[in-house]
């Protein structure tokens, strides 16, 4: 019996010796398990940290690439940041004035543009001693740098990218294009000071060639610089039309033979790549724009330029603005507004 008793006595003790040695191993098991939980996240966070710093300096870095107007930087840091640039053309005389100015805020993640055109008499203040000056008086000061710092004034925004037209430029664009198609709205007559006819349009539906459309984009007519700048919206608006009868390859040849012959900070490369990019986007998926202001008599008649200023409205500029970035929502329409209370 008592042999007995010490066998069940020697049984019971390697019973609990085996169960605290895997309650150990359990323990020991669990141990390792949280702490290399502990290491995973803990790796995951520095990983995860490192990753948005990197994020961040390349952001950072494709910003000022943009700001600083790069040709290596003509993409977009965000769907809901355009990329403007400034339009200029400019004329043959001594010194150049700038006939045409334009801001082409280019979405192309949305496939969307924005065209803003500015009155060559808008109204800027506070650039010299004199007084007030007209826009376009401000290329024949300091050039290209000096016009693009005034916009950039105008819109509180960087305008990082440029793309400037002489008269021959722009001819030579319409007549690689084939001309262009589109209604004359009224005739057209203008002699230099030599007396030599430069512009004779006649009203009516025709096909312009290079110099017979830069006759209509420098016509100025009794309505003086807002008509004008009217005219050349417009004609802007039917040359982007008239493209688009073309398949997106030949577009994308074009833009790039072309390109290589204007003095822009963006490539021939990507302005290929943009035109191929907008190959099925009609004209009407685009916002064009007049600067908002208002005409304002000159006090002094013996300044420079017609009789008017074009004075710009701050408030409605930004506004402007802020719709080329969706930082502003469109007003609903009226109409829409009263159906929509009809059906409550």
């Known amino acids: 019996m008592k042999q007995e008793k010490a066998a069940k006595r020697r049984q019971q ?50 910003l000022k690439a943009v700001q600083n107007g790069s040709a290596e930087a003509f993409s977009q840091i965000s769907p809901d940041t355009p990329l403007y640039v400034l339009i200029v053309g400019v004329d043959k005389q001594n010194p150049q004035q700038a006939n045409f100015i334009g801001i082409a805020a280019v979405n192309k993640e949305k496939k969307h ?12 203040e506070g650039r010299r001693e004199k007084g007030a000056q007209e826009l376009q008086s401000v290329y024949s000061e300091g050039g290209l740098p000096l016009l693009q710092a005034v916009v950039e004034d105008i819109f509180h ?40 006819t430069d512009i004779n349009l006649f009203q009516g539906y025709q096909k312009l060639d290079g110099r017979e459309a830069m006759g209509y984009m ?22 982007y039309t008239d493209r688009q ?17 204007v003095d822009s900070n963006i490539s021939a490369k990507d302005m290929a790549s943009l035109a191929f990019a907008f190959r099925n986007v009609p004209a009407s998926d685009f916002n064009f724009y007049i600067l908002p202001g208002e005409l304002s008599k000159k006090m002094d008649r013996h300044e420079a330029g017609t009789d008017s200023y074009w004075v710009y409205d701050p408030v409605e500029v930004q506004k402007v603005i802020g719709n080329t ?18 059906h409550l």
């Open 218 to 239: 420098r016509y100025i007519d009794q309505d003086g610089y807002l008509s004008r700048t009217q005219r050349q919206e417009r004609l802007v608006k039917l040359f």
């Open 325 to 342: 970035n969706n930082a502003i929502v469109a007003a609903p329409d009226p109409e829409s507004k009263n159906d929509a209370a009809a």
């Open 113 to 124: 543009i924005d065209f803003i055109m500015l009155p060559d008499n808008t109204k800027i």
């Open 157 to 196: 925004i960087p305008v990082p990218f440029y793309a400037q037209f002489t008269e021959d430029t722009f001819i030579k664009l319409i007549d690689m294009s084939g001309g262009l198609p589109m209604y004359v709205e009224q005739n057209m007559y203008h002699a230099d000071h030599s007396g030599t």
């Open 245 to 261: 009868t073309h398949f997106g390859f030949t577009n994308m040849i074009f833009a790039y033979r072309f390109w290589n012959q």
């Open 13 to 62: 003790r390697r019973r609990l010796t085996k169960k605290s040695g895997s309650r150990k191993n359990r323990l020991r098991l669990i141990g390792i398990a949280i702490v290399g939980l502990l290491i995973g996240v803990t790796l995951l966070v520095v990983a995860w940290k490192h990753y948005q710093e990197s994020r961040a300096a390349q952001f950072q870095g494709q």
